[in-house]
């Protein structure tokens, strides 16, 4: 497993992941919206000073999913956290690897301070991944999002640079 910036021929996995039912449960996105198109905009916009978005990636150069860090604000020293895998790298131990290396370009490339991250709170497996690898859990947002007709609370979470280097 490796990170590198997203390619055009990353599209089609990105497509599959947004456009599955069981993955954008969880996201804000609505399907529908996405298109070849949009996704290889974002793919051509993906790689910024402010938002750095990275394919994981196997052996073989096959994209498995996008790790994220979102929102970089160098004032603050902070930014946002963000990973969706395609279904053939769910449980294999991919997306663990993926968050400590994006932690560490995080914390020791850019210098940041801390990375946040906010999650639907019904998508439990996400949030029992996240306190695993050591994000700590700061507050809820109630009625935050207006998803599929009904309105969805969102967790926050943390991990600080000194927390994680220990």
Not at 34 to 51: M, P
Not at 133 to 150: A, C, P, Q, T
Request: hydrophobic share 40%; net charge positive; charged share 30%.
């Amino acid at each position: 497993m490796k990170l590198r910036q997203l390619a055009i021929k990353d599209s089609q996995g990105m497509l599959e992941w947004m456009k599955s039912k069981d993955i954008n449960q969880y996201f804000r996105i609505n399907p529908a919206d996405v298109t070849v198109e949009t996704v290889q905009k974002f793919i051509n916009e993906s790689f910024t000073d402010i938002n750095k978005n990275y394919a994981i990636v196997d052996s073989n150069d096959e994209y498995l999913g996008t790790i994220s860090l979102k929102n970089i604000d160098s004032k603050n020293n902070n930014a946002e956290y963000a990973i969706s895998l395609r279904e053939c790298a769910k449980g294999t131990g991919v997306a663990k690897l993926a968050t400590i290396e994006l932690l560490n370009i995080a914390f020791k490339t850019l210098n940041l301070n801390k990375v946040y991250l906010n999650v639907l709170s019904k998508n439990i497996r996400a949030i029992k991944f996240y306190e695993k690898i050591g994000f700590e859990y700061e507050g809820e947002f109630l009625d935050h999002f207006y998803i599929n007709g009904k309105y969805e609370n969102i967790k926050w979470y943390g991990v600080r640079k000194v927390k994680f280097e220990k």
